[in-house]
């Protein structure tokens, strides 16, 4: 088995796919490891720290050498065409985004491996990508609105008198609005959160948060939320404008697997907000939950300040790469056996997070959103 990492090819990806650690555990399984020259520079794991490993300046020598590629950030077609027929490809594939993705690497033959389509079961956890990287972009989110905002987050006890804490509102409390809510705890704001799930209730409550409770409780299938009805959503902006006006900051990070971000705050809400007041949208990949974000951009409306980041594990590429690459080594490490890859397909975590095999595209949620 030889396993080839390149560079991220993605504007602003600064993760690595392998991490000296993992390099080290998959060559004890008998793989040898052939990478990109300054691999992992940008998340400062430099090329000697890769023990054992060999290095190419080509990307094309490292493909054509290669019958595992590890990845962060979906390939481009021209790399897509230089892989070898019938190799094996992991990454954040972007399953439910490109057509022409799919169709390229069906045509090379390409077996791939989407981690965003691994089902979230106990056995999986330690394979979770969404999770790992999860939690570094709400970790990111509450840094981003502690030190964008006007005012203290903490309580403050002054000779010059008392300051009341930030009231941070966070809405949508999966992995990522978790991590944001503790993050914002631990800086002292006063924290309250909204999710559509009913176990979200709990989770939010157990980090000292309080619950906006909607009245509206939306579970979908495998312990996602499912897209509102039309009444559902009236009723929940309704309670929710409420929350929105009293924030200083308000977090958003509310998404449903394979469909555009919800939009949640709408511009009447914003038009309610205190003036100063913080909105960090962290789904504005994927179409925002605020219906003025832009992706990628800060945007002032009505003296609200409205923030679009992209990518926010690529932030701090130290831990997310850590975290990324011990994933990809959990998905992986138990189907090599002596030095060779052998996957079992009917097992549930294989199967469910295989995109793509044989020419085909094999994911039956994949194949119903794209068509
Ligand atoms: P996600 O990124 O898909 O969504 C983020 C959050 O947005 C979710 O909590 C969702 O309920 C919420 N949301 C969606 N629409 C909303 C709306 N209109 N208003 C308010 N909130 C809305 O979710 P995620 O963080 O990846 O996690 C999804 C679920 O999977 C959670 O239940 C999580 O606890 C669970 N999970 C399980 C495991 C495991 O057992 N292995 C691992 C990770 C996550």
Redesign the pocket.
């Known amino acids: 088995l030889t396993i080839g990492v390149v560079r991220e090819s993605a504007p602003g990806e600064h993760r690595v796919a392998l991490v000296p650690e993992t390099a080290k555990k998959f060559q004890a399984l008998g793989a040898k490891l052939v990478l990109e020259n300054t691999l992992g520079l940008e998340s400062h794991f430099m090329d000697s720290t890769y023990e054992g490993a060999t290095f190419d300046q080509e990307k094309s020598g490292i493909y054509r050498n290669s019958n595992l590629i590890l990845r962060v950030a979906p390939p481009t077609p021209e790399e897509i065409a230089e892989m070898p027929e019938g190799s094996v490809l992991i990454g954040l594939l972007k399953p439910f985004e490109d057509k022409a993705r799919l169709a390229a690497l069906n045509a090379r033959k390409i077996t791939a491996f989407a981690l965003e389509l691994l089902p ?3 056995r ?2 330690s394979m ?1 990508a ?2 790992s990287q ?1 939690s570094c972009a709400g970790y990111q989110c509450g840094l981003i609105a502690a030190a964008r905002c006007t005012k203290f987050f903490p309580m403050l006890t002054t000779a010059a008198g008392t300051i009341r804490p930030a009231r941070v509102l966070v ?7 978790l991590q944001a809510i503790a993050t914002c705890k631990r800086l002292g704001a006063m924290v309250e959160a ?4 009913a ?2 209730k709990e ?1 939010i409550e157990s980090l000292g948060a309080k619950f906006v409770d909607t009245g509206v409780s ?1 579970d979908g299938a ?4 499912r897209e ?1 009805s039309a009444e559902e ?1 009236a009723q ?1 902006a309704e309670k929710l404008a409420k929350a929105v006006a009293m924030a200083d900051v308000v977090i958003t ?5 394979g469909k555009k971000a ?1 939009v ?1 705050i709408t511009v009447d809400m914003i038009k309610r907000m205190k003036y100063g007041a913080i909105i960090v949208d962290m789904a504005a990949e994927s179409g925002g939950n605020c219906a003025l974000t832009q992706p990628g951009e800060h945007v002032v409306a009505n003296d609200v300040n409205i923030h679009g980041p992209l990518n926010l594990p690529s932030r701090m590429p130290t831990h997310a790469s850590e975290l990324y690459a011990k994933n990809l080594y959990n998905f992986l490490s138990p189907w090599i056996k002596d030095g060779q890859l052998a996957f079992d397909w009917s097992d549930e975590v294989v199967a469910g997070t295989l995109l793509c095999k044989d020419g085909a595209t094999v994911h039956a949620t994949v194949k119903q959103v794209l068509g």
């Open positions: 979230r079961i106990s999986a956890q979770d969404l999770s999860g809405v949508g409390a999966g992995v990522a609005g909204y999710d559509v799930r176990a979200a989770q939306a495998g312990g996602y939320a509102l959503k929940q990070t509310a998404a449903i697997p919800p949640i």
